[in-house]
């Protein structure tokens, strides 16, 4: 998405640079301004503002979009990774879903506390993308 966003103000800039050359131009470069700007604000205080707390007892997740979700280890129901998004989704027994960014800081305690806490089954789908896995590959 970040990449997507440069790309869009790389290709925005000529059309603010040189400025507009039909009369409705103006509002489409105020609205495009507007969506992008809008856009990576969104994606500044997800990155800014997220956290994962990793302990004996469990995981907490604190977001700006929701409440906090903690949930214990005796009651995740399956970890599991999503190659699209880049995140690892710890699940709960009552439904309620976490999800562990790839690049968040920390990701190497939260893939040893899976593997200390929780019977393989419930993460063996998740398992391969292990950082520890994934060097090993390379």
């Known amino acids: 998405m970040v990449i997507f966003m440069i790309l869009c103000w790389i290709i925005l800039s000529p059309a603010i640079l040189i400025g507009p ?3 409705g131009d103006p509002y489409i470069i105020a ?3 507007i ?6 604000l969104v994606s500044v205080i997800e990155a800014f503002l997220f956290k994962a707390v990793i302990s004996e007892k469990g995981i907490k997740t ?6 906090v979700i903690s949930i214990g280890w005796s009651e995740v129901d399956s970890v599991t990774f999503n190659t699209t998004m880049n995140w690892y989704k710890v699940r709960s ?3 309620s879903i976490s999800r562990i ?8 305690i939260f893939e040893r ?6 019977p393989y089954a419930k993460y063996c789908q998740a398992e391969i993308y292990f ?8």
């Open 21 to 23: 050359k039909e009369p």
């Open 31 to 33: 609205a495009l301004i």
């Open 35 to 40: 969506f992008l700007g809008g856009s990576s």
């Open 62 to 67: 604190f977001s700006p979009w929701k409440a």
């Open 93 to 95: 027994n009552s439904g």
């Open 101 to 108: 960014g790839e690049y968040i800081s920390g990701r190497d």
């Open 113 to 118: 506390k899976v593997c200390e806490m929780l």
């Open 131 to 138: 950082m520890e896995k994934k060097e090993n590959k390379l």
